[in-house]
C-alpha cells in the first residue's frame, strides 16, 4: 500500500550511506589542495559538522539541497506526493539547523555552509571557500 516514492527511497539510502558521500569527500579535498588543516570527527559537536578546522574555529556543513531546502535551488523541489511527511520532514530539518547554527555560535565558533550543488564543479567550491577565508581574514585585521 505504501510503495516508497523515489524521494523517500533516496532518504532512507542517505541515511544509511552515512559518512564520507561525495559532496564532502569533494569539499575535503578542495580544502586540502588550499593548505587548510581540518579534521572529520565530529561526535561531539553541535550538529556534528562534516569539516572543523579547530584552528579558526570554523565549522563546515555540506548540505543536502534537498533536506535542508537550499533556497532557489532546482534541487529543492517540492515532491507531490506524501505532503504531508515531506512538510513536517522539511520543518524538523529546518528547524534542527537553526537549534544547531545557534549552539555554534554560542560555542564562539563560525559555520559555513556549502551545498552539496556547489560541489558538483571543484572550481566554485574553490571559489567559495576562498571568498570566505577571504573576507574573514579581512575582518581579523580590521
Ligand atoms: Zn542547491
Not at 107 to 112: A, D, E, V, Y
Amino acid at each position: 500500500m505504501d510503495i516508497l516514492t523515489p524521494e523517500k527511497r533516496s532518504w532512507n539510502m542517505s541515511r544509511i550511506r552515512g559518512k564520507d558521500t561525495k559532496p564532502e569527500l569533494v569539499v575535503r579535498s578542495v580544502l586540502h589542495s588550499m593548505g587548510y588543516r581540518f579534521r572529520v570527527s565530529n561526535k561531539d559537536f553541535p550538529g556534528k559538522p562534516d569539516i572543523l578546522l579547530p584552528k579558526h574555529k570554523i565549522v563546515i556543513f555540506v548540505h543536502g539541497c534537498f533536506w535542508h531546502r537550499h533556497a532557489g535551488c532546482k534541487y529543492a523541489y517540492f515532491p507531490k506526493s506524501n505532503i504531508e511527511f515531506w512538510l513536517n520532514k522539511f520543518k524538523a530539518n529546518i528547524n534542527r539547523d537553526q537549534v544547531v547554527t545557534r549552539e555554534i555560535m554560542e560555542k564562539g565558533w563560525q559555520q559555513f555552509v556549502i551545498w552539496e550543488c556547489e560541489t558538483k564543479d571543484k572550481d566554485c567550491v574553490r571559489r567559495v571557500l576562498k571568498d570566505f577565508f577571504g573576507d574573514k581574514k579581512q575582518h581579523i585585521n580590521k
